[in-house]
């Protein structure tokens, strides 16, 4: 430990520690605009300077470190007027427009200049080049860039997937893909992990509810929601709830406020996953010990701003991947055939929004794949953040809504669906399944829970023996099934590596494209409090826990839906509604035939 005095008060720091982190263990407060804890100390805005006695020039406290016997000023006179003068240089080439911008009033520029007692735009001058570039999930508007390159460490750094960087020098430099090519003409996986990072209305989701809000006034359509499951454990933040806290029952009841004629859960469609790709993993098992031919591992395929980066860097691997649609494209899929049937509707009257804690499946519902005769299977995707927007707009009291409920026939879900919003639980609930199926007995552990798997570590493993099985399944008795499970694409390329040099010892492998899973999607609210992610996924156990049907295969309405209209699971007709195909596509998102 080291000792130091910051504002006339003694403290004691760890050796190593940077003088911002020094005063953070003690609540002083230092403003900041680049840093991001842990992860981005750049230094690069300036705004964090102190004083420290001694020193010629003021300090950058984010990147010097705190020294035995220091004595650092947060606030004198010279500190405040540097903050001011810097600010106002980031606002010099900045547009005034806070207004029109989707991050007023949630803005860390703007909240920096109250912070600062900025009242007035002093300086002026030449103003950068300002670009939009509008991708199908992510919007960048270069005129709001600060140029604090979180989003680039984000990118390379936590992600590395590398397809944002700073460009050109000085005044003209961008940060942009090279070249100033657009964004979804490169390899972008389009998780939108940037639009979490950034500070300003840079980095945006590109906008959805316009189009949702035309369909609501639209007398022709139907117009049917679903929610996926993280939704509900981080929905509250933008209401100034804490992280963690569940508005499942006040949600449902917003959107049924809001207009929507049918509110349906995607945590159905989550249940419905794990029966057509477990069916398809016992089936890819059975074959492998039978001498015939199966990629194995087996990867799942939820995630699409994964699907599009392994589509990207490993396109020889694509056999590998699970069949299945995602979720809410199941579910959309459904309500245009099964659910649009049942009410006497035609396929292009139901219009399917689907709010997610994702950026990247506003891509995935314009891929050509995901739809049937021309019509997609769903037809926008509002982010968790969005649905916030419409909710205010709409001048619901959110904070006193009543619990409300999901509607019938695709509304109902077990536990098992709700854990798809954290790393490692797709996976527990297609084990909860596939190992009760195969040897008619629940999982051997603890609560349900497949403890090796669960938390937010980058790359967990498990493995587990099948023992007792039933006669239909007496081929795989005594086979040790291996698993492994990853969030956040620098992890999958762990994994993918092995895969790619034959040698994964895996049988099954969960990945997720954001570090934590969903929870953590590039759509989800911008963290405001330690341990967010944590908070978060203990609330999707809780919810799981707290439902009386814990596996999938025991949701009725899941086998009344088989009965009734699908057949077998990975029959021709689930197999023609949901599942799909991947292509393999080059650096510059060409698709390569």
């Known amino acids: 430990m080291i000792h130091l005095t910051i504002n006339g008060k003694a403290i004691e720091a760890p050796d190593g520690v940077t003088i911002l982190e020094a005063a953070r263990l003690y609540n002083i407060g230092i403003p900041s605009l680049c840093h991001l804890k842990d992860i981005h100390p750049y230094g690069s805005c300036r ?71 900025v009242t007035e735009s002093r300086l002026s001058g030449e103003m950068s080049p300002a670009k939009v570039d509008v991708s199908p999930s992510i919007t960048r508007d270069t005129s709001k860039c600060v140029l604090c390159r979180r989003c680039v460490t984000v990118c390379n750094r936590i992600q590395e997937v590398g397809a ?90 917003a959107l049924h406020e809001i207009g929507f004629d049918d509110v349906f859960d995607t945590d159905f469609a989550a249940d419905l996953t794990i029966i057509e790709e477990g069916t398809e993993l016992l089936g890819r098992l059975s074959a492998a010990l039978t001498g015939g031919e199966a990629a194995l591992p087996m990867l799942t395929s939820c995630s699409p701003g994964w699907i599009k980066h392994i589509e990207h860097k490993y396109p020889a ?5 699970s069949s299945c649609k995602s979720p809410h494209t199941m579910l959309g899929a459904l309500v245009k055939s099964f659910y649009a049937e049942k009410i006497g509707r035609k396929p292009e009257e139901m219009f399917v929004v689907s709010v997610m804690p994702c950026t990247a499946k506003k891509y995935e519902i314009q891929r050509p794949e995901m739809g049937q005769n021309g019509i997609p299977d769903v037809d926008a ?14 001048g619901i009291d959110f ?24 790393t490692g639980g797709v996976m527990e609930a297609a084990l909860r399944t596939v190992y009760e199926l195969v040897t008619g007995r629940e999982l051997p552990f603890d609560g349900l829970h497949v403890t090796p798997i669960v938390g937010l570590e980058q790359v967990k493993t498990a493995s587990l023996t099948i023992e007792g099985a039933l006669p239909d399944f007496a081929h795989l008795e005594g086979v040790t099934v ?37 929870i953590n999607g590039g759509g989800q609210p911008r963290p405001k409090e330690e341990g967010c992610r944590e908070k978060r996924a203990a609330a999707l156990y809780r919810e799981d826990e707290g439902k009386p049907m814990r596996k999938s295969h025991e949701n009725p309405d899941i086998t009344a839906l088989y009965e009734e209209y699908l057949g077998a699971a990975n029959g021709h007709l689930a197999h023609e509604l949901l599942h799909t195909h991947y292509v393999p596509r080059g650096l510059y998102n060409q698709l390569v035939r």
């Open 317 to 321: 691997q694509l056999g590998h991947l």
């Open 381 to 394: 995707v509002l982010t968790t953040r969005e649905l916030a927007r419409m909710i205010k707009a709409s």
């Open 164 to 253: 944002i960087g700073a460009q050109n020098r000085g005044f003209a430099t961008v940060v942009s893909p090279a070249m100033g090519l657009p964004l979804d003409s490169t390899a972008c996986a389009m998780c939108g992990q940037c639009t979490v990072v950034c500070p300003t209305g840079a980095l945006t989701e590109t906008d959805g509810l316009s189009k949702v809000w035309a369909a609501l006034e639209n007398p022709v359509k139907r117009v049917v929601v679903q929610v996926a499951p993280a939704v509900r454990a981080a929905l509250g933040e933008e209401f100034g709830l804490p992280a963690g806290t569940l508005v499942t029952g006040k949600m449902a009841s």
């Open 399 to 422: 904070l006193n809504l009543p619990e409300g409920g999901f509607d019938r026939p695709l509304g109902l879900s077990t536990g098992a669906a709700d854990i798809f919003g954290v």
């Open 482 to 518: 291996r698993i492994a499970v990853t969030s956040g694409l620098a992890g999958a390329d762990i994994l993918m590596d092995q895969i790619a040099a034959g040698k994964s010892p895996y049988h099954f492998v969960e990945v997720m494209g954001c570090p934590g899973g969903c």
């Open 47 to 117: 705004i964090c300077v102190v004083e420290v006695e001694g020193m010629k020039n003021l300090a950058a406290s984010c990147i010097v470190k705190a020294k035995e016997g220091m004595v650092v000023h947060t606030h004198s006179s010279k500190v405040r007027a540097a903050r001011k003068v810097l600010y106002e240089l980031l606002l010099s080439d900045h547009p005034k427009d806070c207004l029109n911008c989707t991050r007023n009033q949630n803005c860390e520029l703007q909240e920096l200049g109250y912070t600062l007692g």
